[in-house]
């Protein structure tokens, strides 16, 4: 299974939103909901940010958001903040015993 | 406090053997499907195993498949990882991770990470 295509980088002013892409193929994205969002600070472990392609768990900022169009996954940050600069990775269900398979990751820089 | 802790990792030869632990607190540990994930320094997410509530249900990625063996323990609330034939790609930080619904669903995403485990195979 291969990665999902993420843009190796992004970058935005605080305020600013930024969108960043997740593409796969009709046998993960473009079947099943089950995207998840993750970000990650240097040194750190993943955030879950995003589930079921749209969902935000408690605690996360509604600045964040998630979308799903064909075999891409996008996640929109809106009103960037200092804090938000980061590693964001996607992932997706598989539907074969392979479960998950991760995007390569984006890093997210707020100028 | 809802907390998983890996330990175990170091560093191995190539064709050696580690065996990762991950401790869990703060939750019905034998509710929740669990997972392996790794992160190789300065690369991605790598999924590389899922174990169901029971322990019965094992999946691997290709990449570590019958080299890798996962397990569990529910009365001691944890989590293992053996891994043989230890290659230098192997050399990354491993992560425990919690599903987020303790319902079997397969691709499920994983709410709770431990801070991880440096294993270096050189």
């Known amino acids: 299974q291969s990665a999902l295509t993420q843009p190796a980088s992004v970058s935005g002013s605080p305020g600013q939103s930024i969108t960043i892409s997740c593409t796969g193929t009709?046998?993960?994205?473009?079947?099943?909901?089950?995207v998840s969002w993750y970000q990650q600070h240097p040194g750190k472990a993943p955030k879950l940010m995003i589930y079921d392609v749209t969902n935000r768990p408690s605690g996360v900022s509604d600045r964040f958001s998630g979308s799903k169009s064909g075999n891409t996954a996008s996640l929109t940050i809106s009103g960037l903040q200092a804090e938000d600069e980061a590693d964001y990775f996607c992932?997706?269900?598989?539907?074969?015993?392979?479960?998950?398979?991760f995007g390569g990751g984006t890093k997210l820089t707020v100028l | 406090e809802v907390q998983l802790v890996e330990s175990g990792g170091g560093l191995v030869q190539p064709g050696g053997s580690l065996r990762l632990s991950c401790a869990a607190s703060g939750f019905t540990f034998r509710s929740y499907e669990m997972n392996w994930v790794r992160q190789a320094p300065g690369k991605g997410l790598e999924w590389l195993s899922y174990i169901n509530n029971s322990g019965r249900t094992i999946f691997y990625a290709d990449s570590v498949k019958g080299r890798f063996t996962a397990s569990r323990d529910n009365a001691k609330n944890s989590l293992y990882l053996q891994m043989n034939s230890l290659r230098v790609e192997d050399t990354a930080v491993y992560f425990c991770?919690?599903?987020?619904?303790?319902?079997?669903?397969?691709?499920?995403?994983?709410?709770?990470w431990g801070q991880g485990t440096m294993v270096t195979v050189s």
């Open positions: 991770a919690r599903d987020l619904r303790a319902d079997g669903t397969y691709g499920d995403a994983f709410d709770i």
């Open positions: 992932s997706s269900y598989t539907g074969s015993t392979s479960l998950v398979v």
């Open positions: 009709s046998s993960d994205i473009g079947t099943y909901n089950y």
